[in-house]
């Protein structure tokens, strides 16, 4: 537990996780080093109006974060398991697309020991075009056991057609689709980030899957840290890979995203990445 707070804390939202939990795990016996700074938001007005993001995933050493599309595929040993939960503690919502919430069908609550119901995170959903049948699901029967809190559901569009007198186990929130594209279902990061902002939401982990992941990296003024679990293995060609759109300056190729300020562990065989964004020059 002191390995994990020593590693993540730098990296945590501000004031995060019950105050009383902090104390325990932080260990000031042990520590190589300095460790960055504590992690913040900008001071712009863009960064007030968004919550605290954490991206983190687990990767193979090919890049690959699933055998194939729509294919579970497990990388992350117990230990950084362990880590995972303690990264959740500490935010106040986890969000992940549809395409990672139709065919994982997770359950996104914290199994730290003794978490409250009033410690766990709230679960959320980017589905633009209403794909997932949250009826049945994880997300909606821990909710109903009192095992994680009531799931939020993120749509585009407005909420026409819909019958929710039974969604009492969840919330659908609605927001414009982006009008600089072509598709109506594509909602801008900026406004998901607001919106969750509006509602009380101080800090996100986000997840996955690749697409949204792979987008954000191409974001780095709306992201805080990263936290990437890297399994001993690869996964091969044909696998679900982070890969951030090409950035192209004056016809030359360049890095599409950095970190900075970076520190690793080993826990069991895995090794576990934190960092920040750097931002473009």
Same mark, same amino acid.
């Given at each position: 537990m002191a390995e994990v707070s020593e590693l993540a804390e730098p990296y945590l939202p501000p004031a995060s996780g019950p105050r009383e939990l902090q104390h325990v795990c932080k260990d000031d016996s042990e520590g190589a080093g300095q460790p960055p700074p504590p992690a913040h938001q900008d001071e &712009?007005?863009?960064?007030?109006?968004?919550?605290?993001v954490t991206l983190t995933y687990a990767s193979s050493l090919d890049g690959m974060i699933s055998? &194939?599309?729509?294919?579970?595929?497990?990388?992350?040993?117990?230990?950084?398991k362990n880590v995972t939960h303690y990264l959740r503690l500490h935010h106040d919502a986890i969000l992940i697309g549809v395409g990672t919430a139709i065919p994982d069908d997770p359950s996104?609550?914290?199994r730290y020991p003794s978490v409250s119901l009033d410690s766990q995170p709230r679960p959320v959903v980017v589905d633009p075009r209403k794909r997932f049948d949250v009826h049945g699901s994880k997300l909606?029967?821990?909710?109903?056991?009192?095992?994680g809190k009531a799931p939020w559901l993120i749509h585009a569009g407005d909420r026409k057609g819909l019958d929710e007198t039974k969604e009492l186990a969840f919330e659908r929130i609605y927001i414009d689709s982006d009008r600089d594209t072509t &598709?109506? &279902?594509v909602i801008a990061w900026p406004l998901i980030l607001r919106a969750l902002k509006q509602k009380g939401v101080d800090s996100v982990m986000i997840e996955g899957g690749a697409t949204i992941i792979s987008t954000l990296l191409c974001m780095p003024?709306?992201?805080d840290s990263v936290i990437v679990t890297i399994a001993p293995t690869w996964l091969g060609q044909g696998g679900v890979s982070i890969a951030p759109a090409a950035t192209v300056v004056d016809r030359e190729r360049r890095n599409s995203a950095t970190l900075k300020q970076t520190a690793w562990r080993q826990f069991g065989a895995d090794a576990v990445l934190c960092g920040r964004m750097r931002l473009a020059d």
């Amino acid at each position: 537990m002191a390995e994990v707070s020593e590693l993540a804390e730098p990296y945590l939202p501000p004031a995060s996780g019950p105050r009383e939990l902090q104390h325990v795990c932080k260990d000031d016996s042990e520590g190589a080093g300095q460790p960055p700074p504590p992690a913040h938001q900008d001071e &712009s007005q863009s960064a007030q109006e968004r919550p605290f993001v954490t991206l983190t995933y687990a990767s193979s050493l090919d890049g690959m974060i699933s055998l &194939s599309p729509g294919l579970r595929t497990t990388l992350s040993g117990p230990e950084t398991k362990n880590v995972t939960h303690y990264l959740r503690l500490h935010h106040d919502a986890i969000l992940i697309g549809v395409g990672t919430a139709i065919p994982d069908d997770p359950s996104l609550n914290c199994r730290y020991p003794s978490v409250s119901l009033d410690s766990q995170p709230r679960p959320v959903v980017v589905d633009p075009r209403k794909r997932f049948d949250v009826h049945g699901s994880k997300l909606a029967q821990l909710a109903v056991q009192g095992m994680g809190k009531a799931p939020w559901l993120i749509h585009a569009g407005d909420r026409k057609g819909l019958d929710e007198t039974k969604e009492l186990a969840f919330e659908r929130i609605y927001i414009d689709s982006d009008r600089d594209t072509t &598709s109506p &279902s594509v909602i801008a990061w900026p406004l998901i980030l607001r919106a969750l902002k509006q509602k009380g939401v101080d800090s996100v982990m986000i997840e996955g899957g690749a697409t949204i992941i792979s987008t954000l990296l191409c974001m780095p003024e709306l992201v805080d840290s990263v936290i990437v679990t890297i399994a001993p293995t690869w996964l091969g060609q044909g696998g679900v890979s982070i890969a951030p759109a090409a950035t192209v300056v004056d016809r030359e190729r360049r890095n599409s995203a950095t970190l900075k300020q970076t520190a690793w562990r080993q826990f069991g065989a895995d090794a576990v990445l934190c960092g920040r964004m750097r931002l473009a020059d």
